[in-house]
Nanobody, 120 residues
Framework: VQLQAFGGGLVEPGGSLRLSCEASGSIFSINTMSWYRQAPGKQRELVATISSYGTTHYADSVKGRFTISRENGKHMVFLQMNSLKPEGTAVYYC???????????????WGQGTQFTVSS
């Protein structure tokens, strides 16, 4: 399973940005899809996750400002980010918990990450 993230860049504080991620390959099904981020000098942290049924979970730091969504038919996940803060600057990674064709087990797969900077 390959994951390709799109949408990184430079945004001013208070601005908005939408990240997209598409999973491809021999996918049988995808359970959860998630966004993580890793700021310079910090550990990778979970930002948001969404189940195949649409149940969402957010880190406290982004609740009310970020919205995760997905298109199951296209194996895509999105992260709409509003009211952005400088501390949101990080490399953002998408991840999926998926089952490939011919397998009976679920595995976690990761994208390569996309850089996102919040600065004036």
């Amino acid at each position: 399973v390959q994951l390709q993230a799109f949408g990184g860049g430079l945004v001013e504080p208070g601005g908005s940005l939408r990240l997209s991620c598409e999973a491809s390959g021999s996918i049988f099904s995808i359970n959860t899809m998630s966004w993580y981020r890793q700021a310079p000098g910090k550990q990778r942290e979970l930002v948001a996750t969404i189940s195949s049924y649409g149940t969402t979970h957010y880190a406290d730091s982004v609740k009310g400002r970020f919205t995760i969504s997905r298109e199951n038919g296209k194996h895509m996940v999105f992260l709409q980010m509003n009211s952005l803060k400088p501390e949101g600057t990080a490399v953002y990674y998408c991840s999926s918990n998926a089952r490939i064709i011919g397998s009976v087990s679920l595995h976690d797969y990761w994208g390569q990450g996309t850089q996102f900077t919040v600065s004036s």
